[in-house]
């Protein structure tokens, strides 16, 4: 048996040690599975490992990763591919696909982490925290080398569970110590018993805990204290109310706020907004109005109904006896001038008075309207704004009202107010309130045509700017604006016993009256004036409509021509004089012909008489005219059309673009862009219409321009438009796209245009007569070249 076991172990060892007659080298074994790839014997994908001398599945490549992962609970990527000796790229990829099917594993910045690792670290926090009390999540980030968010991300399902602790404002904190902080900010919220600022709060609370518990006490975040106050005041154990998030007011300082504030009003039938505001009340009138919805808001102070019946009650009084009140011996003492006028307004019997006196004046408007007398009643737009002021610096008066009666005659009593000035006692026929500036309204009067910037226009000047107007001039409609001497005359009419009453100044009252119903009569007639807008509004509309189609065909071909610009931006010189030449002429006639229509339009909208205009596309504007124009349009409008203003005199096409796109979309109209199936249909009608031209045009020194332009159209289909100092680099910029012979035609034909141009301006004195034979000459040659000319762009025009 021994012997036989020899025998084998010898024959094996011999069969170990035999070479093999057949061996197969690497390249050979690559070859060999690549074979069996093709033949899809092996189905299935093979990585490389780094050293390139083995093969992986990428089923084996997961199973090893999974293994690393579910060893040490997180891997770095780059970690495993060392280990696994594969590329990074497919550890990557196979990484992704394994976290994607696996729930408890994540990819976090090139780091493979499963739940069981948050486990455990939460387990090392939560023995942690007990220890120190509190943790901050920024530290435990800088340990974990994370992100202190994906840290609060894994804490947060862990809380109360694995964690004992509660996270808040980016801490953790024990319950033991959440608790104790609770307490102290429930028992410095009780003890509160005026409106605080929350923040001084949590900053005593702050400095408190740090006395307490010594050099080594918690930081406590001002977060955190709001975060336990909001749950008490949620949970009902803290009483008040919190603004802002920080503005807390007690419960028990409300109420006692309100107690004070319904005792003095129910005992006074008013209370002023000062004494509110000692009482912490920073907004009193909203405070009053929500609580007393039946009072009445002063300029100084709140009162009840009550008490307006009782003024209301002694002017019944005093109007049945004849006599005059100052309404201020009535109110309370701590009562203004203002307060006065505001609940003397709100009393029936002034109102009435008032109704009565308004009526009559309206009577007396329509029919000095009506009886051609309307320019004692003109008032021009300086005097109407120096009345406007003047009525808001009566509003802001401290004098006292006075009323009164009108007594010993049989027409019917009006009553009519007074005011007391500087302690005088003084009466008058009817009642009156003072005016307020809020009734004041502006209403502007006729404007007239070419007025000169920075003069003042007077009534006086409507006859002169009338004789010196042009035929084609807009009629302004002339606006009835009672003045103020018009109506105190009138008013002195309707109470003539001033005298008998004892009034000593009767101006005075007359014109505080005057100021009240001023303008209350200015608005009837601007509601009349209404009336006349139906009858232009179809002239508005076809204006509207005719500018549209104009402003289209015009803005379309001035992008056509702002394209051409782009062929000279490497020239700054030549740029600029041909921005600014297009500037000055089609630029200058659309922005001519836009004003012109806007301000017949706005003038047909303020109900003034147009006459109907001639042709608006052959209207010129000085600079100052369309300045004027500009200035006289409505609010942004104005600003728009004065940014156009501008944009001409500038030295861009863009910068007007840009103005008039915005004036256009602000006064209500659409400028259409220039598309390519457009450019091409007006280049070839601009075309055509240039070959017409240069074929007709006998005179040399027209023709240049023209057939410059053509060639431009020609040769880099763009339609230029160049004033004569750019004609000669114009011509230059066509010399590498025309054939020498031409380009010389065309030289030489500039060349001597010029020249001809030279000698007519060097014409002069007795040297007249010579020069006129060298032009003559000049212009012979020039003529004789004209043939030439037009057979090198009409030739290849119709080409």
Known sequence: MDDELLELQRQFEFAQQAKSSIRLSERNVVELVQKLHELQIIDFELLHTVSGKEYITPEQLRHEIAAEVKKLGRVSVIDLADSTGVDLYHVEKQAQHLVSEDPALMLIQGEIISQSYWDSVAEEINERLQECSQIALAELAAQLHVGSELVASVLEPRLGTMVKGRLEGGQLYTPAYVTRVSAMVRGASRGITVPTNLAVLWSNLQQLLQEMEGATGIAVEGSFFQSLFNGLVKGGEVLGTLRAGVHWTPTVFAIAQKECVDSFFSQNSFISYDALQKLGISQPIQF?????????????????????????????????????????????????????????????????????????????????????????????????????????????????????????????????????????????????????????????????????????????????????????????????????????????????????????????????????????????????????????????????????????????????????????????????????????????????????????????????????????????????????????????????????VEALEGKRVETFMTALRDLAEESGLLLKKLDKKLERTLLHSYRKDLTSQVSAETDPVSLLPKVVSLLYIQVHGRALQAPGRAISVAVTRLKDKLDDSAFKILTDFQTATVTLLALVSAATGDEQDCSADRISSKKELLESQIPALKALVLGSSQS
């Not at 029936?348 to 051609?372: C, I, N, W």
């Not at 232009?536 to 001035?558: H, I, P």
């Not at 042709?615 to 728009?640: D, H, M, V």
């Open 288 to 644: 009053l109005q929500s609580r007393y919805p039946e009072g009445i808001p002063l300029v100084t102070a709140f009162v009840h109904p009550s008490l307006t019946e009782m003024l209301d009650a002694a002017i019944e009084d005093t109007i049945e006896r004849g006599s005059w009140l100052d309404s201020l011996s009535v109110l309370p003492t701590s009562f203004g001038s203002q307060d006065a006028s505001k609940i003397l307004s709100l009393s029936p019997s002034v109102q009435s008075a008032l109704k009565d006196v308004y009526d009559r004046m309206e009577k007396e408007m329509e029919t000095f309207s009506h009886s051609g007398s309307s320019n004692i009643m003109l008032s021009d737009d300086s005097h109407l704004v120096k009345e406007v002021k003047a009525g808001q610096d009566l509003s802001k008066s401290s004098e006292p009202f006075e009323i009164g009666t009108e007594s010993g005659n049989n027409k019917r009593g009006t009553e009519k107010g007074s005011k007391k000035k500087k302690g005088k006692s003084s009466g008058a026929k009817t009642v009156s309130a003072e005016g307020d500036s809020e009734n004041e309204d502006y209403i502007p009067t006729k404007s007239k045509k070419n007025q000169k910037k920075g003069k003042d226009t007077s009534s006086s000047h409507v006859s002169d700017s009338r004789k010196g107007a042009k035929k084609d001039a807009i009629k302004t409609q002339e606006e009835i604006v009672p003045s103020e001497e018009w109506l105190m005359q009138k008013l002195a009419i309707l109470g003539s016993d001033f005298e008998e009453q004892g009034v000593d100044d009767p101006q005075t009252i007359l014109r505080h009256l005057a100021d009240y119903i001023r303008p209350m009569l200015i608005n009837y007639w601007k509601e009349k004036r209404k009336t006349l807008f139906t009858e232009n509004v179809e002239k508005m509309k076809r204006l509207l409509d005719n500018l549209q189609r104009k402003l289209d065909e015009s803005f379309l071909n001035m992008q056509l021509y702002e394209k051409a610009l782009d062929l000279f931006e490497d020239d700054q010189s030549t740029s600029v004089t041909l921005h600014r030449h297009l500037l000055r002429t089609i630029a200058t006639s659309i922005a001519d012909m836009l004003f012109h229509n806007l301000d017949v339009h706005n003038k047909l909208k303020n109900g003034t008489q147009v006459e109907d205009s001639q042709n608006s596309e052959s209207i010129s504007l000085s600079p100052g005219e369309r300045t004027a124009i500009a200035k006289s349009f409505p609010g942004s409008q104005s600003k728009r059309a004065l940014a156009v």
